[in-house]
């Protein structure tokens, strides 16, 4: 493996917990249709989520606000070489803050745990774009 190509198992890996969470997502719809407390008609335009999925809903939105800028930012040093061992050990640490945020909003949903891992993954994907930044000023 290239070291240039360690910039993408991060990637892989937050894909795997997107890919994770969907399938828990449509157990747990299942389960609710199964139990009667929610109609598989209501996920046509699932205007109403019901209870026993609702936290993982939402938890899969999230992958796709903050996660989206870490993707772009991982292609794009990668793609500019500005990768090395501080931005690879940097993706991958952001990378442990998503599994662990989804972990908690899944299950205890507790703010005052949430918040903290959220903002240690916003701060690592800011150094990412800033080394990006600066490895594009000095080439």
Excluded at 12 to 36: K, P
Excluded at 45 to 66: A, G, V, W, Y
Excluded at 120 to 132: Q, V
Aim: hydrophobic share 55%; proline share 3%; with cysteine.
């Amino acid at each position: 493996m290239t070291f240039s190509t360690m910039m993408i198992w991060p990637m892989i890996a937050h894909a795997v917990l997107v890919f994770g969470l969907y399938f828990l997502l449509s157990n747990r719809r299942i389960g609710a249709v199964r139990a009667g407390t929610a109609k598989a008609e209501q996920f046509k335009d699932n205007r109403e989520e019901p209870t026993e999925s609702l936290l993982i809903h939402n938890n899969i939105k999230n992958q796709f606000e903050l996660p989206v800028l870490f993707h772009a930012v991982c292609l794009a040093l990668y793609v500019t070489t500005a990768d090395n061992v501080v931005t690879a050990l940097l993706a991958w640490a952001f990378v442990l803050s998503r599994y662990v945020h989804a972990y908690v909003h899944i299950t205890s949903n507790r703010l005052r745990h949430r918040r903290p891992i959220w903002i240690t993954g916003f701060f690592i994907l800011i150094l990412l774009w800033l080394w990006l930044a600066i490895w594009l000023v000095l080439s």
